[in-house]
């Protein structure tokens, strides 16, 4: 099956720093990429939508200057957060969307934990 | 519909008893709804998906129902067992193919040994 993996698995840094988190799809090419956040015993909220090539669609009150997201080839997704808070520990979990024409499903990431201290 | 719940439901189960997990989506135009464990500190596992124009979808030991005229979605797991212990959820597709998915809130089940 399709999978995508990303780096790291977790992070721990200082408030003030920037963390880039990269998102791979291993074995097929991704047109779009997701990027979503869980805080503990909540579902996942998705972040933005990344197409390659272009600017990502941020969600609504995700602010698009702090979450960085470039996805400049087919297998390939960063998410950069930038002045990391404490309020910005969460686990971050990416998926992939295969190119028309595959399956339907999105497929998952393992996730990234970040914490900030 | 949007996801904002900050206490899971549990369903507790007997091993070997069957689990119905359920959930109501939010938007009448979604085409795909797909169901995802979850265990602690992974990522979301595809378990089985359905498409809008069904209402009934079967894989291994799971089955998926669709009820679109009240926007319901459910998920039955045969025989449950110690390894079906996870965080359920539901997800809706709205806008077709390639297009970004909603998420439920999420039901914890535990299965009792």
């Known amino acids: 099956g399709a999978v995508v993996s990303q780096h790291p698995s977790r992070v721990i840094c200082k408030s003030g720093t920037s963390v880039k988190i990269e998102c791979r799809s291993l074995?097929?090419?991704?047109?779009?990429m997701f990027w979503y956040r869980q805080f503990p015993k909540q579902s996942l909220m998705l972040m933005a939508t990344?197409?390659?090539?272009?600017?990502?669609?941020?969600e609504q009150g995700v602010e698009k200057d702090k979450f960085l997201i470039n996805h400049a080839s087919l297998t390939l997704s960063t998410l950069t957060v930038t002045s990391a808070h404490p309020e910005d520990s969460s686990f971050y979990i990416c998926?992939?969307?295969?190119?028309?024409?595959?399956?339907?499903?999105?497929?998952f990431g393992p996730g990234t934990r970040l914490t900030v201290l | 519909g949007e996801s904002v719940g900050l206490h899971l439901p549990t369903l507790s189960v007997q091993e070997g008893d069957n689990s119905i997990i359920n959930c109501a989506y939010s938007?009448?135009?979604?085409?795909?709804f797909i169901w995802y464990k979850q265990e602690s500190g992974k990522g979301p596992q595809f378990i089985i998906d359905?498409?809008?124009?069904?209402d009934k979808r079967q894989g291994q030991r799971v089955t998926v129902l669709l009820n679109k005229t009240v926007k319901h979605l459910s998920l039955q797991i045969a025989a449950t067992q110690p390894g079906d212990s996870a965080v359920y959820f539901c997800?809706?597709?709205?806008?077709?193919?390639?297009?970004?998915?909603?998420f439920g809130a999420g039901t914890i089940l535990r299965v009792k040994s």
């Open positions: 998926s992939a969307s295969a190119l028309a024409g595959g399956p339907d499903e999105q497929f």
């Open positions: 074995d097929f090419q991704a047109t779009t």
């Open positions: 990344s197409n390659e090539g272009s600017k990502a669609t941020y």
């Open positions: 938007n009448s135009a979604s085409d795909y």
């Open positions: 359905i498409r809008s124009n069904m």
């Open positions: 997800a809706e597709r709205i806008g077709g193919y390639g297009n970004k998915l909603v």
